[in-house]
């Protein structure tokens, strides 16, 4: 045969769409060049092939946003370097906004923007019409100018990424689709193909909306769904608009790309058509699905009226393709945990082509250097839970994800669909006092509560929304009084044996070596000293630990402590997070109120701050840690899963009864408080001293990460984590605002809520000095700082501790 397979590859891609060309792309820079890229059938036949190539950068978060940068950086120099056009154009882009909603976000992303450097600008109408003549601006507000966005052709594109990584030794076979994933010793081991096994180090699954089935090869979940996809194409326009900016109107769920004299219109309608239900044939290639003028009526209505050209002449073209999407509308990226060596970048959710860029060479990055080289938990594969693989989930999600994009992207939005998925046995309980739920990691959580017998109407706003008292009462009841959290769905690992102590000592920052009874709160660090999770550690007895985490982190640290636990010690990990409910009874209250209901001494001398007791609640014998995430005196009830609503139950019949509290007071008390958020104020970027979480680090013990923090210690600490407090009460923070001191740009905000007790609006953020100066308490206080909210600047106060209860008095006493 000409082109015989090899025997052995370092790495294989799966997929020769835009993402696998990337991604091999990327591992030949690094200096992998041993790197064999096999594509089922053609390169670009999958997804790739028929995308309208539009190239934005304003992503959903910061990090993705600097992967877009990276990507249009990328696409402007590849045809210089391959010699292959990407018909890559640099014409920019409008955002219009056709509602008051749109007109806040747009004027909140153009602020956010600036945290990165990224050049946008506010348009009036008018200033619209002048860069877009055919456009009707009735009903505009204004929009966004973004001049580095773009257009490409999608498949040139891909050649050239598929070129330039061949011209550095990586080899690309089309026709030979993988038919299996062999495993060697708990590791990927190579691709099965019909000419035989490549042995491989690593095995990278690019297979687009093939790579749910692609992962099934190796035993492994891989969640994401297709979704039919629409544009179509004008004939030429009577009078073309010219070289003329990408136009989005997401208000109507559409947008315009200028292409040779004709219009390509395309399509986010609300509701999407899920496709491949019963799997993506193996067989298809280039796929075109049928018209379907009736469901896209409303938004080519839209089209004529924001764009009447575009009804004055014919549809040369109706294009329906298939393209794949994840539960959350983010892509999937990095090493699957339950096999070392499988790695995935698949389920773009319609961004695949301006995304590629980055993804590529993060995870090339991640592959070569063994750990992410930034934070991406936004796209982390490991963010995914088994039952989202589940087929039906999966569909009906796929209903809302292709709409989202373009739908407003309010604060706090939940997802309409695929809901009611993980329930406390509390749920009907909390329900019946007004709960209004929000989803995580799919738990139904309350986020508030309006009359006790109603279902309150969870709306949005960038202002005040109307739940906004009802969550205001409930913090200040757990200030003044007592309020009642079910955190059931905090993730809990079980970790046993001889040696779990010895174990635990070596993946926790804190000693871990204390008395049964006592509470450690500890972070995992990564050997570069960056804060993997935040965790409580509670010790049950001489050989058994329980670790608590968040629900969002539940299948990370289990995977982290899996790795990282000792293989050569007698311990064992198991994942306990169904087994026991968390009722949290808070507030200046708590102690006289359990006292009485349990007739235990809850003293600080019968249980101290970061102790735990055994009670007897009802019939129930619950263990009540002595912690608190909302900065108050409270304790955590650990409750078996089938005595939750006993307790519940003989807590709530009481004179006195606690008030049920929900998440959005749990946020807005705990940012009051300056309690760190793993995954927005704290990531494996975040180094524990900068994020004021020495306390947690150890300095007598070794641990994984202890060198790294060690070499900072002596440091001035140029970068720190702060809190943060308006001087104007009425503009709302919620993460992603600029810090400024003075007139500089020196960070952003990571959390933003309102503060009912300081009467203020709170936040925590990183803030910097770029010239290597010390951040301590009177830099912050000397400082004139200012945040910008929706391109105005609000005065700021900044601080090391928090502005509520800073000693900690309230907790300890
Ligand atoms: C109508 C439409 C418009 C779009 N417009 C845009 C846009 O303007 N901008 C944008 O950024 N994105 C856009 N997209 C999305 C974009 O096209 C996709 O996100 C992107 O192409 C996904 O690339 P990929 O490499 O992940 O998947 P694919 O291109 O599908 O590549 C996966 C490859 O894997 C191969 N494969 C599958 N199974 C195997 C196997 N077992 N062995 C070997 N090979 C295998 C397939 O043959 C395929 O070639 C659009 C999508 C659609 C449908």
Same mark, same amino acid.
């Given at each position: 045969?000409?082109? *015989? ?9 799966? =997929? ?15 200096? &992998? ?10 390169? @670009? ?19 993705? @946003? ?16 391959? =010699? ?36 946008? +600008? ?39 990424? %598929? ?16 038919? /299996? ?12 193909? $019909? ?11 690019? %297979? ?40 989005? !109107? ?15 219109? /395309? ?69 699957? *945990? ?27 990055? &991640?592959?070569?250097?063994? +750990? ?191 790795? +990282?636990? *000792? ?19 808070? /507030? ?46 409270? &304790? ?30 749990? +946020? ?42 060690? %070499?900072?210690? $002596? ?45 203020? #609006? ?15 308490? !009177? ?10 909210? %929706? ?10 501790? #928090? ?11």
């Amino acid at each position: 045969m000409a082109n *015989p397979l090899p025997q052995r590859s370092h790495v294989v891609v799966i =997929g020769g769409g835009v993402v696998g060309c990337s991604v091999a792309y990327h591992l030949a820079h690094r200096g &992998w060049t041993d790197v064999l890229l096999l594509e089922r059938d053609q390169l @670009t036949s999958g997804t790739t092939w028929h995308a309208a190539g539009l190239v934005g950068q304003l992503r959903a978060t910061p990090n993705m @946003t600097r992967l877009a940068q990276y990507g249009t950086e990328l696409y402007g120099r590849l045809e210089d370097e391959t =010699g292959q056009p990407t018909g890559f154009l640099q014409r920019g882009s409008i955002m219009l906004a056709s509602s008051d909603g749109r007109w806040d976000e747009i004027r909140r992303a153009h602020s956010t923007a600036k945290c990165f450097g990224l050049e946008t +600008h506010l348009l009036h109408p008018a200033e619209i019409k002048e860069r877009w003549p055919l456009v009707n601006t009735a009903g505009v507000r204004g929009g966004i100018w973004l001049p580095k966005d773009g257009q490409i052709n999608p498949a040139d594109l891909t050649q050239a990424l %598929a070129k330039g990584a061949r011209q550095l030794g990586v080899r690309v076979r089309e026709h030979t689709p993988v038919r /299996g994933l062999p495993r060697r010793d708990g590791r990927v081991a190579g691709v099965e193909t $019909d000419e035989g096994v490549v042995e491989a180090e690593y095995v990278v699954n690019c %297979a687009g909306m093939w790579a749910r089935q692609v992962g099934r090869l190796a035993g492994v979940d891989v969640p994401l769904h297709a979704a039919e996809h629409f544009y179509v194409v004008t004939e030429n326009l009577p009078e073309p608009p010219g070289a003329v900016p990408v136009l989005r !109107d997401p208000d109507a769920a559409i947008y315009f790309k200028e292409e040779a004299g004709k219009l390509l219109v /395309g399509m986010f309608e609300p509701v999407a058509k899920p496709w491949g239900m019963g799997g993506i044939p193996h067989d298809t290639s280039f796929t075109q699905l049928p018209e379907d003028w009736d469901h896209l009526a409303p938004q080519l209505e839209a089209a004529m009226e924001r764009v009447p050209a575009v009804g004055e002449v014919g549809i040369q073209l109706f294009f329906n393709g298939p393209e794949s999407f994840t539960p959350d509308d983010r892509y999937l990226l990095g090493e699957v *945990p339950e096999l070392p060596g499988f790695f995935v970048a698949c389920g773009f959710n319609s961004v695949g082509v301006q995304s590629a860029g980055g993804a590529g060479r993060v995870l090339a990055d &991640w592959i070569v250097e063994g +750990h992410p080289p930034m934070d991406l938990a936004d796209v982390d594969v490991r963010r995914m839970l088994p039952f989202q693989s589940n087929a039906q989930y999966l569909h009906d999600r796929t209903v809302e994800g292709l709409g989202l994009l373009y739908a407003m992207h309010w604060p706090y939005r939940q997802y309409e669909t695929a809901r009611n998925v993980r329930r406390s046995p509390l749920h009907d309980r909390l329900a019946a006092y007004g709960a209004g739920f929000g989803e995580a990691a799919g738990w139904e959580r309350p986020d508030f509560f309006g009359e006790p017998g109603t279902t309150p109407e969870y709306d949005y706003s960038f202002g005040r929304p109307s739940w906004f008292e009802h969550h205001a009462a409930e913090h200040r009841a757990v200030r003044e009084d007592l309020g009642l959290f079910d955190q059931s769905s905090f993730a809990k690992f079980l970790v046993q044996g001889p040696d779990a102590e010895t174990a635990l000592q070596h993946v926790s920052s804190n000693r871990v070596d204390v008395e049964p009874g006592c509470i450690v709160y500890s972070l995992l660090l990564n050997e570069r000293g960056g804060i993997e999770s935040d965790l409580t550690i509670t010790r049950l007895d001489a050989e058994r630990f329980l670790i608590v985490s968040p629900a969002t982190a539940q299948r990370r640290d289990y995977h982290w402590l899996r790795r +990282h636990l *000792p293989a050569d010690q007698r311990v064992t990990l198991t994942d306990i997070t169904s087994a026991e409910a968390v009722l949290g009874v808070m /507030g200046p209250r708590s102690r006289a109120f359990l006292e009485e209901v349990t007739g235990a001494n809850l003293s600080s001398e019968g249980c101290p701050f970061g102790h735990w007791t055994e009670l007897e609640i009802g019939y129930a014998r619950v263990r009540a840690a002595r912690m608190t995430y909302v900065g108050e005196l409270g &304790w955590e009830l650990y409750v078996p899963t089938e005595f939750a609503t006993v307790v519940f139950e003989a807590l709530m019949a009481r004179n006195g009864a606690p008030k049920p509290a929900g998440f959005h007071a749990l +946020h807005s008390l705990r940012t009051e408080s300056g309690y760190r958020h793993w995954g927005h104020d704290i990531t494996d970027e975040d180094d524990p001293l900068g994020a004021g979480l020495g306390f947690a680090v150890a300095r007598d013990k070794e641990f994984i990460g202890r060198a790294a923090v060690d %070499a900072l210690r $002596d440091r001035p600490r140029s970068r720190r984590l702060v809190s943060l407090m308006l001087e104007d009460p009425e503009p709302l923070l919620y993460h992603d605002e600029p810090i400024y001191l003075g007139d500089t740009i020196v960070g952003r905000t990571t959390s933003g809520r309102y503060g009912h007790t300081v009467g203020a #609006p709170v936040g925590l953020g990183w803030v910097e000095d770029r010239d290597g100066r010390a951040i301590t308490s !009177d830099y912050l206080a000397q400082g004139e700082f200012s945040v910008e909210v %929706a391109g105005e600047r609000v005065g700021a106060r900044l601080a090391l501790k #928090p502005f509520y209860d800073p000693d900690r008095s309230r907790v300890k006493g």
